[in-house]
């Protein structure tokens, strides 16, 4: 038996006899079983109206979509088998596979994927935005979903596949509250693994579902994601092999060049999408307000240093609102320099003349009191920015806090966080500047930046299909957006996930994608 | 039941009865308190307006406080401690369900500590002056001052990840399913880290306590007359002395109940023990009202018992107390 060691039963001093009981106790076969690790009770387990990373993992094994997408970006046919897109980009006929049950088993239909995408993604998901150019979503017969659009969208495939395509029952959605619909907690899908029970603070079991679409898949009888919230208590359980993944966000990057060096361990990080470490600048009030003041800061903050002594072997320099290795972004754009005295130069021109301290005013940074990068990089950006006459207030904040006071309440001058940039950056990157979404919640634009040509720009590239002009129309963009400084880009990143390759294969990182690849795929080795 | 003893009962029962009240109207106003909104951390990134009014709606959040705090008395009062925002469920399920993992490690804890605790004590007390004694007392006073987080890290850190002998965390094992006395065994195996965390500064407090009350009643003159009528050196310690020293030992471990509920909601994030201390840090991270009103209401009740229980115990041991 693989629980009880030899060592175990010694300490506990338990005879032969007992633990030949113990044998007998267990079930006659035990199921093959990968185990992975979250880091809270999930909110959702809803794919369509939350983006929340412990939510997104949790509701993976459940769910399908119309697409996937695969770790290099490439797409084929989930629930649709094939599909094609008019030439003029404004009719997407998708074709459904035939014989998809739901874990419930009734039969999935168009008019699943017509409710899902019409009346749950398109205007309750956070990236909704995604499907604003969708007029119609049409299920003519039960094998054909068509959708109708206003303009041509050249993210909505990518979409479709990735952030904003999750595809619920509409016999047990339609006519409920979606915020308290039961199975936002108790999830029916069409994906490799059916849901068994969310124990909160222990763990959800999975097990494997008999009728999924691909032959043969999936191969492991359950999965479990236990619930560990102490970082160094789910490092723990990871070395000692009581789990088998863990996904980027739940893997400590300070953890990172250890589990590098361990036989068995494989490290797998996303190759189609980055995430940055990014602080919204409250563009609302003085000294902020003014652009040079902004332009200081980004002279005197030595985001190299930061970039390297923080996130070591792991993040890259980002130029402009894009990460440089997206193919939209601009090779143009020229990086801040590191030069306080400009920066003094700047601030000097601002108005704002420093005191006979040496400062001219406090910049108040909020940070997750649990973010430990977020936490050095403040430390850093305090050492940088005294010099120049800038009091950096370090602030840690719990979630609630943090929530209600920069992004309810804008009472911040600077607040960080990591964003998911997406795989394109209509979806993950227009949020942050376009003034429609100024709002009070977060990871909006909650810098408050307004800037009229820019908002024109985004819809411009929204429609525009000539990949050349809409690249162009980007650079334009980044242009824009990386001279007034609504945000510290301090760098992008990529951070790994974990897998013991001694236990199975098939498993890489499982936050970029709707993730029921991985566990379809997943196999004991 | 001696009628003493039914009457201190009811006596405590009475006064129980306001301070269960002040607790739901404290905790209620308290928790609002805080800044952070329920809805937002449950909704997450760039919600839509549509849902988080929704959010708020559905759990009453949007409604001026008093009327939220009159509703929610008038449902308590009914035993209906509302639903979980974040988790959806109702608050009393949740309690219940968590409650048990809890309490198996409390009293786990408590277990250990009283008896290591009262041995040294009385160890400590019978050799008062000489090295031995010093070195528990010195030993007490580290264990009292170590953080119980830091504790349970190091011996994460050296009994799983080291010398893998005993399991990181959790409560049960995750690859294999046990079942029957298995699965008590597999419990039982999680288990020691966790209760000998949180044994430690409950340990030292018992010892110290009795260290001192044992060396007041070996002091007292009925030792000298037992010893003069030639009990054994063993009977006076045990028979004579601890008797009367044992008072203050349970009403050590009934007041210290109260810490060692709070000990646990340490113990049981260091250890992901899936237990009513967890439902406390993530109702509180959460704001998720009801939850945390229903934990609070529910840990007083049971505080306030156990108090009760320890004086009844006092009172059963020495029937001075109920005179």
Redesign the interface.
């Known amino acids: 038996?693989?629980?009880?060691s030899t060592?175990?039963r010694g300490?506990?001093g338990?005879g032969a006899g007992?633990a030949a009981?113990?044998?007998g106790?267990?079930?006659a076969a035990?199921p093959k079983?990968i185990?992975g690790v979250i880091e809270?009770?999930p909110?959702?387990f809803n794919l369509a109206?939350?983006?929340?990373i412990s939510?997104s993992v949790a509701s993976a094994p459940c769910y399908s979509a119309l697409l996937r997408m695969n770790a290099e970006g490439a797409l084929s046919g989930d629930l649709a088998e094939r599909w094609e897109i008019s030439p003029d980009g404004l009719v997407y006929t998708f074709h459904l596979r035939d014989n998809v049950q739901w874990h419930d088993g009734r039969p999935f239909t168009s008019a699943d994927a017509q409710y899902s995408l019409g009346e749950l993604n398109s205007?309750?998901n956070?990236?909704?935005g995604a499907l604003k150019s969708v007029d119609s979503f049409e299920a003519p017969d039960p094998r054909t979903l068509i959708l109708r659009l206003k303009n041509p969208q050249a993210s909505l495939i990518t979409s479709l596949g990735n952030f904003c395509g999750a595809i619920l029952p509409r016999h047990l959605w339609e006519g409920t509250?979606?915020?308290?619909n039961?199975h936002?907690?108790n999830p029916i899908g069409t994906g490799p693994y059916k849901f068994v029970s969310f124990?909160?603070?222990?763990?959800i079991t999975y097990a494997k579902n008999p009728n999924y679409h691909v032959p043969g898949r999936p191969v492991f009888d359950e999965v479990?994601f236990?619930?560990?919230?102490?970082p160094?208590?789910r490092m723990?359980?990871f070395?000692?092999g009581?789990?088998d993944m863990v996904y980027s966000a739940a893997l400590p990057a300070t953890e990172i060049p250890r589990l590098s060096r361990t036989r068995g361990v494989a490290l797998r990080a996303s190759r189609i999408q980055l995430s940055s470490y990014m602080a919204y600048i409250n563009l609302r009030n003085a000294p902020y307000s003014d652009v040079r003041v902004r332009q200081a800061l980004m002279h005197a903050i030595d985001r190299t240093f930061i970039r390297n002594s923080v996130l070591p072997g792991l993040a890259q320099n980002q130029i402009g609102p894009l990460a440089t290795s997206s193919p939209l972004h601009n090779a143009a754009l020229v990086d801040y320099a590191l030069d306080p005295a400009k920066a003094n130069q700047l601030l000097d021109e601002a108005g704002f003349a420093k005191g006979a301290d040496g400062m001219r005013f406090p910049l108040r940074y909020l940070f997750g009191a649990a973010d430990l990068p977020a936490r050095k990089m403040g430390e850093i950006m305090a050492q940088n920015l005294a010099p120049v006459g800038i009091r950096v207030v370090l602030t840690p904040l719990?979630?609630?806090?943090l929530?209600?006071?920069a992004?309810?309440n804008n009472d911040f001058d600077m607040v960080i966080s990591t964003f998911a940039l997406g795989p394109d950056p209509d979806v993950g990157v227009e949020?942050f500047y376009n003034s429609n979404n100024i709002?009070p919640?977060?990871?909006?634009n909650n810098s408050a930046y307004r800037n009229a040509e820019v908002d024109r720009l985004f819809d411009e590239q929204r429609v525009q299909t000539d990949p050349v002009q809409r690249k162009a129309i980007y650079g334009r963009i980044q242009e824009i957006v990386w001279r007034d400084v609504p945000t510290m880009l301090f760098c992008t990143y990529s951070l790994p996930g974990a897998v013991r390759e001694t236990f199975a294969t098939g498993v890489f990182d499982t936050v970029d994608l709707p993730l029921r690849e991985d566990f379809a795929y997943a196999q004991p080795r | 039941m001696g009628r003493g003893l039914l009457a201190l009962l009811l006596r405590r029962l009475l006064l129980s009865v306001p301070l269960v009240l002040a607790v739901v109207t404290l905790t209620f106003f308290l928790v609002r308190l805080?800044?952070?909104?329920?809805a937002?951390?449950?909704?997450?990134?760039?919600?839509?307006?549509?849902?988080?009014a929704?959010?708020r709606a559905?759990y009453g959040l949007d409604l001026p406080l008093w009327q939220q705090f009159t509703a929610y008395l008038g449902k308590a009062l009914r035993g209906d401690f509302g639903t979980s925002i974040?988790?959806?469920?109702p608050v009393i399920d949740?309690i219940l369900?968590?409650f048990p993992a809890t309490l198996v490690l409390t009293l786990a804890a408590m277990a250990l500590a009283s008896f290591v605790g009262i041995t040294l004590g009385v160890l400590a007390a019978k050799h008062a002056g000489t090295r031995l004694d010093t070195a528990i007392t010195a030993g007490s006073l580290i264990g009292y001052s170590v953080p119980g987080f830091w504790i349970g890290?190091l011996l994460?850190?050296f009994f799983?990840?080291e010398l893998?002998?005993?399991?990181?965390?959790?409560?049960t094992?995750?690859?294999?399913?046990?079942?029957?006395?298995?699965?008590v065994?597999?419990v039982?195996?999680h288990l020691i880290l966790p209760a000998v965390t949180l044994a430690i500064f409950l340990l030292t407090m018992i010892a110290r306590f009795t260290r001192t009350a044992m060396v007041e009643a070996l002091q007292q003159d009925f030792i000298l007359v037992a010893a003069s009528k030639g009990v054994s050196p063993r009977g006076l310690l045990w028979h004579h002395a601890f008797r009367n020293a044992v008072v203050t030992t349970v009403t050590v471990i009934g007041l210290e109940f109260g810490a060692v509920l709070s000990g646990a909601v340490v113990t049981e994030?260091?250890?992901?023990w899936?237990?009513l201390g967890?439902?406390f840090?993530?109702a509180?991270?959460?704001?998720d009202f009801p939850l945390l009103n229903g934990a609070f209401i529910f840990s007083s009740v049971v505080v306030i018992g156990a108090n009760m229980l320890s004086d009844l115990i006092c009172a059963a041991l020495d029937p001075r107390i109920s005179r």
């Open positions: 038996m693989q629980g009880f060592t175990r300490i506990l338990l007992l009981l113990s044998d106790s267990v079930q035990d079983r185990i809270e009770d909110p959702f109206i939350s983006s929340g939510g205007k309750l956070p990236y909704r509250n979606p915020s308290s039961p936002n907690k124990a909160p603070g222990d763990r479990i236990r619930i560990i919230p102490d160094a208590a723990a359980a070395t000692r009581e789990i719990d979630r609630g806090t929530i209600q006071r992004y309810a949020r709002l919640v977060q990871a909006v | 805080a800044p952070g909104d329920p937002q951390i449950l909704a997450g990134d760039s919600p839509s307006p549509e849902f988080l929704q959010i559905d974040y988790l959806g469920r949740v369900e968590r890290q994460v850190l799983a990840v893998d002998w005993l399991p990181a965390g959790g409560m094992s995750a690859r294999v399913t046990y079942t029957g006395f298995a699965h065994l597999d039982a195996w994030i260091v250890f992901g899936p237990g967890r439902v840090y993530d509180i991270n959460r704001r």
